[in-house]
């Protein structure tokens, strides 16, 4: 762990360490749980979604200044779970959405059969994403801004989940699939899936710091980070052994993640998702594979 989150550990209420992050009880809000997630370079609450650099923080947590205030932001898990158990909210998301499917995600490239099929919802101007396990149990969620949603935080959970579960749109297709592929981005996994493959996507951004979540993963599995993002998926596949690789796609002007592929060139990407071996992808869009050895 660097110096800066070792500091931070130092001063944060009930911290957590791991090899590249810090949780702990958030300073700003009566906070219950530790829901403050520290990384090197920011910062963010998962439960009241104050954000902002780690050295403004440490300045905080110190006493020298004041850091600034969050942003007027309200986790809608918050009051939704308040109310109902996350099932029958996920469940109530879902009925709203098969009335009035996505114009986002329609825009997006996801038909709205497909949001139908992988138990997308919509509530209060949020797309839900169901998070279940291979036997189909919901053990989490992610909600995601939808139209007219100018919320800061694009992606949300709800406060105390663990930061390190993966989004699998569909475990069928996840387990017939001889070749899985790992993205940044819920909506990158979901383009994926519907064009064939076996896909997830982390939950905490570009960051995935208990590789036991794919411990029972025994395949390979290629990671295809937006553009830019390669060193980050680096970092993740060297520990994941014989098993990790990274896709380098040489993006077309036009797109910069899997799901702009979709959007702009969406038969080259089903093509190239039917050899199902990684490199078919990669040689489609002139790119290269880093595998680790």
């Given at each position: 762990?660097?110096?800066?989150?070792?500091?931070?550990?130092?001063l944060?209420?009930?911290?957590?360490t791991?090899?590249?992050?810090?949780?702990?009880?958030?300073?700003?809000?009566?906070?219950?749980?530790?829901?403050?997630?520290?990384?090197?370079?920011?910062?963010?609450?998962?439960?009241?979604?104050?954000?902002?650099?780690?050295?403004?923080?440490?300045?905080?947590?110190?006493?020298?200044?004041?850091?600034?205030?969050?942003?007027?932001?309200?986790?809608?898990?918050?009051?939704?779970?308040?109310?109902?158990?996350?099932?029958?909210?996920?469940?109530?998301?879902?009925?709203t959405?098969?009335?009035?499917?996505?114009?986002?995600?329609?825009?997006?490239?996801?038909?709205?059969?497909?949001?139908?099929?992988?138990?997308?919802?919509?509530?209060?101007?949020?797309?839900?994403?169901?998070?279940?396990?291979?036997?189909?149990?919901?053990i989490g969620?992610v909600?995601?801004?939808?139209?007219?949603?100018?919320?800061?935080?694009?992606?949300?959970?709800?406060?105390?989940?663990?930061?390190?579960?993966?989004y699998?749109?569909?475990?069928?297709?996840?387990?017939a699939?001889?070749?899985?592929?790992?993205?940044?981005?819920?909506?990158?996994?979901?383009?994926?899936?519907?064009?064939g493959?076996?896909?997830?996507?982390?939950?905490?951004g570009?960051?995935?710091?208990?590789v036991e979540?794919?411990?029972?993963?025994?395949?390979?599995?290629i990671?295809?980070?937006?553009?830019?993002?390669?060193?980050?998926?680096?970092?993740?596949?060297?520990?994941?052994?014989?098993?990790?690789?990274?896709?380098?796609?040489n993006?077309?002007?036009?797109?910069?993640?899997?799901?702009?592929?979709?959007?702009?060139?969406p038969?080259?990407?089903?093509?190239?998702?039917?050899g199902?071996?990684?490199?078919?992808?990669?040689?489609?869009?002139?790119?290269?594979?880093w595998?680790?050895?």
């Amino acid at each position: 762990m660097n110096e800066i989150l070792s500091k931070v550990a130092e001063l944060l209420d009930y911290a957590q360490t791991y090899e590249k992050s810090v949780w702990g009880v958030c300073p700003f809000h009566s906070d219950s749980r530790p829901s403050l997630m520290v990384h090197e370079d920011y910062y963010n609450c998962q439960a009241c979604g104050a954000h902002g650099k780690t050295t403004q923080l440490l300045d905080k947590l110190s006493g020298h200044i004041a850091a600034p205030a969050p942003d007027r932001f309200h986790n809608p898990w918050t009051s939704w779970l308040k109310k109902e158990s996350l099932g029958n909210i996920l469940r109530g998301a879902w009925e709203t959405l098969k009335n009035r499917p996505s114009a986002y995600l329609r825009g997006r490239g996801i038909p709205d059969e497909w949001q139908i099929k992988l138990g997308i919802g919509m509530r209060d101007d949020w797309i839900t994403f169901p998070i279940r396990s291979s036997d189909q149990k919901i053990i989490g969620a992610v909600a995601r801004a939808g139209e007219g949603n100018t919320a800061s935080s694009k992606y949300i959970v709800p406060s105390g989940q663990d930061s390190n579960m993966i989004y699998v749109p569909d475990w069928k297709q996840f387990q017939a699939s001889d070749i899985i592929y790992a993205t940044f981005g819920i909506i990158d996994a979901v383009s994926l899936v519907i064009c064939g493959a076996g896909s997830f996507s982390t939950t905490n951004g570009k960051r995935l710091n208990n590789v036991e979540a794919l411990d029972k993963v025994r395949k390979r599995i290629i990671f295809l980070p937006d553009r830019g993002e390669e060193s980050n998926a680096k970092e993740i596949a060297a520990r994941l052994g014989w098993r990790g690789a990274v896709a380098k796609i040489n993006y077309p002007d036009d797109c910069k993640d899997p799901n702009d592929l979709l959007v702009h060139y969406p038969d080259k990407l089903r093509e190239a998702i039917r050899g199902n071996n990684g490199v078919d992808v990669v040689r489609a869009f002139r790119g290269s594979i880093w595998v680790n050895t």
